[in-house]
């Protein structure tokens, strides 16, 4: 059985392993029968370079060599398919974590328990990208002319200060 990839591993494939996607989608590919090729696969579908995985495969370093590899069409195809099954655990694991809140919340709603429902809910948005987490950071800096201010506003300045840092940390410039 052929796993199907999904649009966001579809993303990462250039146009030439795509192509070889779509022309082998029918048969499923084995494990590569040269076992360094198959590592060399494996480390690229995780995420490393080609030059890496080419060393990591046991081949000797050579940039050549390796991206040669890399554009193979049976490597490409076998790093679609192992980018896929990557892609579709998951999905899965994606998937049991919106069912489980929704029993959740299930469950807090026959409870009464409004509170946790609606965190079950605020979760089930966010893990789904419905809702983004959005904080505003500011950093104000500004100079002041120290040598202006009367004695009152330095004694203002100084008690705000240590209310933000603490006792002691107000300092005289």
Not at 12 to 41: D, G, H, M, V
Not at 151 to 157: G, T
Request: glycine share 4%.
């Amino acid at each position: 059985m052929y796993v199907r990839i999904s649009p966001a591993a579809l993303a990462f494939l250039t146009p030439s392993c795509y192509i070889t996607y779509i022309r082998k989608r029918s048969n499923s590919l084995a494990p590569l029968a040269n076992q360094r090729r198959e590592k060399f696969c494996i480390a690229v579908a995780a995420g490393k370079s080609a030059d890496q995985a080419y060393s990591e495969a046991g081949y000797h370093p050579h940039e050549g060599n390796a991206s040669r590899l890399r554009w193979n069409e049976r490597v490409c195809s076998r790093i679609a398919e192992l980018q896929g099954k990557a892609a579709q655990k998951l999905e899965i694991t994606l998937e049991k974590l919106l069912r489980d809140l929704e029993e959740i919340k299930a469950n807090a709603k026959r409870d009464k328990q409004h509170s946790a429902a609606a965190r079950a809910t605020e979760l089930q948005a966010k893990l789904s990208g419905l809702m983004v987490e959005r904080r505003e950071v500011t950093n104000v800096t500004a100079e002041i002319d120290f040598t202006r201010l009367t004695e009152a506003d330095r004694r203002s300045i100084d008690a705000m200060i240590e209310k933000v840092s603490g006792p002691g940390s107000a300092r005289r410039h």
